[in-house]
Protein backbone atom coordinates (compact mmCIF):
# COMPACT_ATOMS: atom_id res chain seq x y z
CA UNK A 1 0.00 0.00 0.00
CA UNK A 2 1.75 3.13 -1.15
CA UNK A 3 0.17 5.78 1.68
CA UNK A 4 2.33 3.78 3.79
CA UNK A 5 5.29 5.43 2.24
CA UNK A 6 3.63 9.30 1.85
CA UNK A 7 4.30 10.05 -1.94
CA UNK A 8 7.38 8.94 -3.40
CA UNK A 9 8.79 10.81 -6.26
CA UNK A 10 11.58 9.87 -8.91
CA UNK A 11 12.80 10.87 -12.06
CA UNK A 12 12.34 8.48 -14.98
CA UNK A 13 13.69 7.88 -18.23
CA UNK A 14 11.73 6.90 -20.83
CA UNK A 15 12.12 6.47 -24.61
CA UNK A 16 10.32 10.24 -24.74
CA UNK A 17 12.72 11.67 -22.26
CA UNK A 18 12.94 12.44 -18.98
CA UNK A 19 9.63 12.15 -17.01
CA UNK A 20 8.89 13.10 -12.93
CA UNK A 21 6.82 10.68 -11.55
CA UNK A 22 4.99 11.20 -7.77
CA UNK A 23 2.59 8.20 -6.84
CA UNK A 24 0.11 8.16 -4.16
CA UNK A 25 -3.48 6.41 -3.22
CA UNK A 26 -3.62 3.71 -6.21
CA UNK A 27 -2.66 7.08 -9.00
CA UNK A 28 0.67 8.07 -10.17
CA UNK A 29 1.28 11.76 -11.79
CA UNK A 30 3.40 11.06 -14.80
CA UNK A 31 4.84 14.74 -15.78
CA UNK A 32 7.06 17.40 -17.18
CA UNK A 33 8.06 20.89 -16.29
CA UNK A 34 8.26 23.71 -17.62
CA UNK A 35 4.56 23.27 -18.67
CA UNK A 36 2.64 25.57 -21.26
CA UNK A 37 0.65 28.77 -19.59
CA UNK A 38 -2.54 26.35 -19.85
CA UNK A 39 -1.14 22.48 -19.59
CA UNK A 40 -2.16 19.71 -20.83
CA UNK A 41 -3.87 16.89 -18.34
CA UNK A 42 -4.70 13.22 -19.06
CA UNK A 43 -6.55 11.15 -16.58
CA UNK A 44 -5.90 7.87 -17.89
CA UNK A 45 -6.78 4.62 -16.36
CA UNK A 46 -4.86 1.18 -16.35
CA UNK A 47 -5.72 -1.38 -19.41
CA UNK A 48 -3.53 -4.34 -19.36
CA UNK A 49 -5.03 -5.66 -22.59
CA UNK A 50 -4.28 -2.12 -24.63
CA UNK A 51 -1.29 -1.42 -22.86
CA UNK A 52 0.60 -4.91 -22.14
CA UNK A 53 -0.96 -7.22 -24.07
CA UNK A 54 -1.65 -5.67 -27.05
CA UNK A 55 -5.31 -5.57 -27.19
CA UNK A 56 -6.42 -4.28 -30.65
CA UNK A 57 -10.41 -3.54 -29.38
CA UNK A 58 -9.71 -0.07 -27.50
CA UNK A 59 -7.65 2.85 -27.96
CA UNK A 60 -5.92 2.66 -24.34
CA UNK A 61 -2.41 2.31 -25.44
CA UNK A 62 -2.38 5.04 -28.36
CA UNK A 63 -4.29 7.40 -25.59
CA UNK A 64 -1.10 7.17 -23.34
CA UNK A 65 1.25 6.71 -25.86
CA UNK A 66 0.08 10.35 -27.42
CA UNK A 67 -0.19 11.80 -24.03
CA UNK A 68 3.50 10.72 -23.46
CA UNK A 69 4.48 12.06 -26.16
CA UNK A 70 3.22 15.54 -25.83
CA UNK A 71 3.94 15.81 -22.67
CA UNK A 72 7.56 15.43 -22.99
CA UNK A 73 7.29 17.57 -25.60
CA UNK A 74 5.48 20.19 -24.16
CA UNK A 75 5.07 19.70 -20.61
CA UNK A 76 1.83 17.98 -18.69
CA UNK A 77 0.73 15.67 -16.56
CA UNK A 78 -0.69 12.74 -16.87
CA UNK A 79 -2.58 11.16 -14.26
CA UNK A 80 -2.46 7.20 -14.40
CA UNK A 81 -4.94 5.34 -12.08
CA UNK A 82 -4.89 1.68 -11.03
CA UNK A 83 -8.31 1.54 -12.07
CA UNK A 84 -8.74 -1.39 -14.17
CA UNK A 85 -11.94 -2.00 -16.10
CA UNK A 86 -13.11 1.03 -14.76
CA UNK A 87 -12.33 0.48 -11.64
CA UNK A 88 -14.12 -3.35 -10.76
CA UNK A 89 -10.99 -4.97 -11.30
CA UNK A 90 -9.50 -7.57 -13.66
CA UNK A 91 -12.07 -10.52 -13.29
CA UNK A 92 -14.91 -8.20 -13.82
CA UNK A 93 -13.35 -6.40 -16.59
CA UNK A 94 -13.11 -10.00 -18.37
CA UNK A 95 -16.69 -10.78 -17.01
CA UNK A 96 -17.38 -7.92 -18.67
CA UNK A 97 -16.20 -8.96 -22.21
CA UNK A 98 -17.57 -12.04 -22.16
CA UNK A 99 -20.95 -10.78 -21.57
CA UNK A 100 -19.93 -8.34 -24.77
CA UNK A 101 -18.90 -10.43 -26.72
CA UNK A 102 -21.57 -13.74 -25.79
CA UNK A 103 -24.33 -11.45 -26.34
CA UNK A 104 -23.75 -8.58 -28.31
CA UNK A 105 -24.13 -5.78 -25.93
CA UNK A 106 -21.76 -2.45 -25.10
CA UNK A 107 -19.66 -2.37 -22.19
CA UNK A 108 -21.85 0.12 -20.36
CA UNK A 109 -24.94 -2.55 -20.24
CA UNK A 110 -22.25 -5.04 -19.75
CA UNK A 111 -21.14 -3.57 -16.54
CA UNK A 112 -24.76 -2.98 -14.82
CA UNK A 113 -25.44 -6.58 -15.99
CA UNK A 114 -22.82 -7.19 -13.38
CA UNK A 115 -24.09 -5.24 -10.76
CA UNK A 116 -22.10 -2.15 -11.96
CA UNK A 117 -22.54 1.56 -12.48
CA UNK A 118 -21.08 2.23 -16.15
CA UNK A 119 -18.17 4.17 -15.09
CA UNK A 120 -17.46 3.24 -11.29
CA UNK A 121 -14.26 5.18 -10.99
CA UNK A 122 -13.48 8.08 -8.75
CA UNK A 123 -10.74 10.33 -9.17
CA UNK A 124 -10.64 12.45 -5.67
CA UNK A 125 -6.82 11.08 -4.73
CA UNK A 126 -5.64 12.72 -7.72
CA UNK A 127 -6.39 16.32 -6.55
CA UNK A 128 -3.86 16.34 -3.35
CA UNK A 129 -1.27 15.00 -6.02
CA UNK A 130 -2.46 17.73 -8.41
CA UNK A 131 -1.52 20.39 -5.51
CA UNK A 132 1.62 19.05 -4.46
CA UNK A 133 2.73 19.46 -8.04
CA UNK A 134 1.20 23.02 -7.97
CA UNK A 135 -0.89 22.58 -11.10
CA UNK A 136 -2.01 25.72 -12.36
CA UNK A 137 -6.02 26.05 -11.74
CA UNK A 138 -6.26 26.43 -15.32
CA UNK A 139 -5.88 23.42 -17.57
CA UNK A 140 -6.55 21.61 -20.74
CA UNK A 141 -7.36 18.21 -20.34
CA UNK A 142 -7.65 15.10 -23.10
CA UNK A 143 -10.61 13.59 -23.02
CA UNK A 144 -13.63 12.53 -24.36
CA UNK A 145 -15.11 11.85 -21.09
CA UNK A 146 -17.76 13.76 -19.10
CA UNK A 147 -16.97 12.73 -15.97
CA UNK A 148 -13.01 13.53 -16.18
CA UNK A 149 -13.90 17.14 -16.93
CA UNK A 150 -16.54 17.30 -14.30
CA UNK A 151 -14.39 15.68 -11.72
CA UNK A 152 -11.46 18.00 -12.41
CA UNK A 153 -14.19 20.99 -12.32
CA UNK A 154 -15.00 19.35 -8.96
CA UNK A 155 -11.63 19.96 -7.67
CA UNK A 156 -11.36 23.94 -8.88
CA UNK A 157 -9.55 23.71 -11.69
CA UNK A 158 -11.06 25.63 -14.84
CA UNK A 159 -11.00 23.09 -17.41
CA UNK A 160 -10.70 23.57 -21.33
CA UNK A 161 -11.23 20.34 -23.21
CA UNK A 162 -8.29 19.12 -26.01
CA UNK A 163 -8.04 15.75 -27.96
CA UNK A 164 -5.06 14.40 -28.94
CA UNK A 165 -5.01 13.26 -31.98
CA UNK A 166 -4.90 9.04 -32.19
CA UNK A 167 -5.28 6.71 -35.36
CA UNK A 168 -7.57 3.99 -34.49
CA UNK A 169 -8.46 1.01 -36.60
CA UNK A 170 -12.47 0.39 -37.31
CA UNK A 171 -13.19 -2.11 -34.78
CA UNK A 172 -11.48 1.12 -31.98
CA UNK A 173 -14.12 3.47 -34.32
CA UNK A 174 -16.67 0.66 -33.03
CA UNK A 175 -15.74 1.02 -29.81
CA UNK A 176 -15.66 4.96 -29.36
CA UNK A 177 -19.11 5.39 -30.84
CA UNK A 178 -19.75 3.05 -28.32
CA UNK A 179 -18.99 5.37 -25.42
CA UNK A 180 -20.51 8.08 -27.34
CA UNK A 181 -23.98 6.45 -27.50
CA UNK A 182 -24.07 4.60 -24.24
CA UNK A 183 -21.74 6.62 -21.58
CA UNK A 184 -22.44 10.09 -23.44
CA UNK A 185 -18.77 10.61 -24.37
CA UNK A 186 -17.54 13.56 -26.89
CA UNK A 187 -16.82 12.56 -30.44
Not at 29 to 42: A, Q
Not at 71 to 82: E, S
Not at 120 to 126: C, Q
Amino acid sequence: MLSNYGNPSIELPTKWGEMQILAGNGCLLIYKRPWEEVPLVRIHSACMFGESLGGLDCDCRQQLDAALQYVAQHGGVIAYFAQEGRGIGLAGKVAAMALQRKEGIDTASAYRRLGHAPDPRDYVPLKALLEKIELPKKVKLDTNNPLKLQALCNMGYVVDREKLSIEVSDMVKDYLHQKRTHLGHYG
